[in-house]
């Protein structure tokens, strides 16, 4: 599919793409060739004080809609992503340099968040109990203006992590995209301006530290949800601390995955593996990227891991069989290089890959080997988020040393166990510090299990029911059959 860009993008105000104002612009450029792409609008602080007031006027009405027809609505969007996720799958190849078999699923994965949370809200009932001579009424509301800012790595599911359960609860939304993957989030908005009405979904791009900024600090917005870095994830919760506003942060990870010796299927485990660490060209904040493999099986699973690093093809993002593509920018290629540089330095052994690759008609972009490293845990690259196809392994022959290891950073978003014996897999879990546990399948993110991080990778949960809590506020009503006789100030 051959994909036309607009020329020009800006933001959507008020149920309006606004594409003039050109020479405040940036470029979006395919990571890969270095192709121009299009003109995004950078956004100024006079932007988002627009978009923030039209979502502030658009939510009375919207939250007056009722949970059904606004249930109805976001399964019309649904719809609409689904026809048009082939183009929109393409789009992101472009822009992000992602494999476009990969990308194609997150639209799925964003297909069914949409509709998980147009389902669940139908069950977001408010409660109530009897009080003496009355009843008391537990009623949820929504907040208000949402602002919402989202990463490149993912863009069709990161939005629909957002957009889903703040539109159902009835919020209105502003929402943020990264200025590395704006495209497919505007192309969204187009299909939005379809369905819903004006100003429930407005859009803003540009800087992080103008645009994001100033939707954090906006007096008018009363909710803010943030995927992205510890670093800026701390910057948002301090703004909402002393704004007095709720935040949910989503923020980096370093997850371990535990290879016990009693595994049955070393090649299945051994795929799955690399599956975790390299999967979004290890752009991803739940990777796999500490394997722990015990030491009586080390040197056969090492053998077989260096195996099915070589055999991941790194390729095109456009082409089918491709594995691995490029990363998103110069910037963060080199970056991964000089953390594998670094790694060596530090005494790591390189097993696989640690190259830059140079494939046919993509010489623009960073195409980097899928690399295994044989390392130790308190390493820097096994203790530091490097977003690219890098795998430490570490061999283990103790449990409590491991699971100390294995807790030892500062994230807890993910963690993965392969084993066939039932009490390791319980009690592993058990004590793993984590937010998401995986056992014998990686990422096994199904319809309404909650995802979110222990320590610095976070605050709350998404793509569960109890992120509508996230999204509303309770208020308590209670209500007596008639005025109590007189006693204050009797007659």
Same mark, same amino acid.
């Given at each position: 599919?051959?994909?036309?860009?607009?020329?020009?993008? @800006?933001?959507?105000?008020?149920?309006?793409?606004?594409?003039?104002?050109?020479?405040?612009?940036?470029?979006?450029?395919? +990571?890969?060739?270095?192709?121009?792409?299009?003109?995004?609008?950078?956004?100024?602080?006079?932007?988002?004080?627009?978009?923030?007031?039209?979502?502030?006027?658009?939510?009375?009405?919207?939250?007056?809609?009722?949970?059904?027809?606004?249930?109805?609505? =976001?399964?019309?969007?649904?719809?609409?992503?689904?026809?048009?996720?082939?183009?929109?799958?393409?789009?992101?190849?472009?822009?992000?340099?992602?494999?476009?078999?990969?990308?194609?699923?997150?639209?799925?994965?964003?297909?069914?968040?949409?509709?998980?949370?147009?389902?669940?809200?139908?069950?977001?009932?408010?409660?109530?109990?009897?009080?003496?001579?009355?009843?008391?009424?537990?009623?949820?509301? $929504?907040?208000?203006?949402?602002?919402?800012?989202? /990463?490149?790595?993912?863009?069709?599911?990161?939005?629909?992590?957002?957009?889903? /359960?703040?539109?159902?609860?009835?919020?209105?939304?502003?929402?943020? /995209?990264?200025?590395?993957?704006?495209?497919?989030?505007? &192309?969204?908005?187009?299909?939005?301006?379809?369905?819903?009405?004006? @100003?429930?979904?407005?859009?803003?791009?540009?800087?992080?530290?103008?645009?994001?900024?100033?939707?954090?600090?906006?007096?008018?917005?009363?909710?803010?949800?943030?995927?992205?870095?510890?670093?800026?994830?701390?910057?948002?919760?301090?703004?909402?601390?002393?704004?007095?506003?709720?935040?949910?942060?989503?923020?980096?990870?370093?997850?371990?995955?535990?290879?016990? +010796?009693?595994?049955?299927?070393?090649?299945?485990?051994?795929?799955?593996?690399?599956?975790?660490?390299?999967?979004?060209?290890?752009?991803?904040?739940?990777?796999?990227?500490?394997?722990?493999?015990?030491?009586?099986?080390?040197?056969?699973?090492?053998?077989?891991?260096?195996?099915?690093?070589?055999?991941?093809?790194?390729?095109?993002?456009?082409?089918?069989?491709?594995?691995?593509?490029?990363?998103?920018?110069?910037?963060?290629?080199?970056?991964?290089?000089?953390?594998?540089?670094?790694?060596?330095?530090?005494?790591?052994?390189?097993?696989?890959?640690?190259?830059?690759?140079?494939?046919?008609?993509?010489?623009?972009?960073?195409?980097?080997?899928?690399?295994?490293?044989?390392?130790?845990?308190?390493?820097?690259?096994?203790?530091? &988020?490097?977003?690219?196809?890098?795998?430490?392994?570490?061999?283990?022959?103790?449990?409590?040393?491991?699971?100390?290891?294995?807790?030892?950073?500062?994230?807890?978003?993910?963690?993965?166990?392969?084993?066939?014996?039932?009490?390791?897999?319980?009690?592993?879990?058990?004590?793993?510090?984590?937010?998401? =546990?995986?056992?014998?399948?990686?990422?096994?993110?199904?319809?309404?299990?909650?995802?979110?991080?222990?320590?610095?990778?976070?605050?709350?949960?998404?793509?569960?029911?109890?992120?509508?809590?996230?999204?509303?506020?309770?208020?308590?009503?209670?209500?007596?059959?008639?005025? $109590?006789?007189?006693?204050?100030?009797?007659?």
């Amino acid at each position: 599919m051959r994909v036309e860009f607009d020329k020009h993008y @800006g933001p959507l105000i008020n149920g309006v793409f606004e594409t003039d104002a050109q020479e405040r612009s940036f470029a979006a450029v395919d +990571p890969a060739t270095g192709h121009h792409l299009a003109h995004i609008r950078y956004c100024d602080e006079a932007d988002v004080d627009r978009a923030v007031k039209a979502a502030h006027i658009a939510f009375p009405a919207w939250r007056a809609l009722g949970q059904q027809k606004r249930a109805r609505l =976001v399964n019309l969007l649904a719809d609409e992503i689904e026809a048009h996720s082939e183009r929109l799958a393409m789009i992101d190849a472009h822009d992000v340099g992602r494999c476009i078999s990969e990308v194609r699923k997150d639209y799925l994965t964003a297909v069914r968040h949409y509709r998980y949370f147009a389902s669940v809200i139908m069950a977001h009932e408010d409660s109530g109990r009897e009080i003496e001579g009355g009843y008391s009424i537990a009623k949820r509301e $929504p907040l208000g203006v949402c602002g919402q800012i989202i /990463p490149w790595n993912a863009p069709a599911i990161m939005a629909a992590f957002k957009l889903a /359960p703040a539109l159902v609860a009835g919020n209105t939304v502003v929402l943020k /995209p990264d200025e590395n993957a704006s495209l497919s989030t505007l &192309e969204l908005g187009k299909l939005i301006n379809r369905i819903f009405p004006d @100003g429930v979904v407005n859009m803003v791009t540009g800087r992080g530290e103008t645009v994001g900024s100033a939707l954090s600090e906006h007096p008018l917005v009363r909710k803010l949800s943030f995927t992205g870095s510890t670093e800026v994830g701390r910057i948002v919760a301090g703004v909402a601390a002393r704004r007095l506003v709720p935040s949910t942060l989503e923020l980096g990870g370093k997850s371990a995955n535990i290879v016990f +010796p009693d595994i049955e299927d070393i090649d299945a485990v051994v795929d799955n593996a690399t599956f975790a660490a390299i999967h979004n060209n290890g752009q991803s904040c739940l990777a796999g990227t500490r394997l722990f493999v015990h030491a009586d099986i080390a040197t056969v699973f090492r053998e077989k891991l260096i195996a099915s690093f070589n055999r991941v093809k790194v390729g095109s993002p456009l082409a089918e069989d491709s594995r691995v593509s490029c990363l998103v920018s110069a910037r963060q290629g080199q970056r991964v290089l000089e953390y594998i540089g670094q790694g060596v330095k530090e005494g790591a052994e390189l097993l696989a890959g640690g190259e830059r690759v140079a494939i046919q008609g993509c010489e623009q972009g960073y195409f980097i080997q899928p690399t295994l490293l044989l390392a130790r845990n308190e390493m820097r690259i096994c203790q530091e &988020e490097i977003f690219g196809p890098v795998l430490s392994m570490i061999v283990w022959d103790d449990y409590e040393s491991m699971i100390a290891q294995a807790n030892d950073s500062e994230y807890g978003l993910a963690a993965g166990i392969y084993t066939g014996n039932l009490k390791h897999a319980m009690q592993t879990a058990s004590r793993l510090e984590a937010g998401s =546990v995986w056992i014998n399948r990686y990422s096994n993110i199904t319809d309404g299990t909650a995802f979110g991080g222990y320590k610095n990778s976070g605050i709350g949960r998404e793509f569960c029911r109890e992120t509508l809590n996230a999204y509303t506020q309770v208020k308590t009503i209670t209500v007596q059959a008639q005025v $109590p006789a007189v006693w204050f100030s009797p007659l």
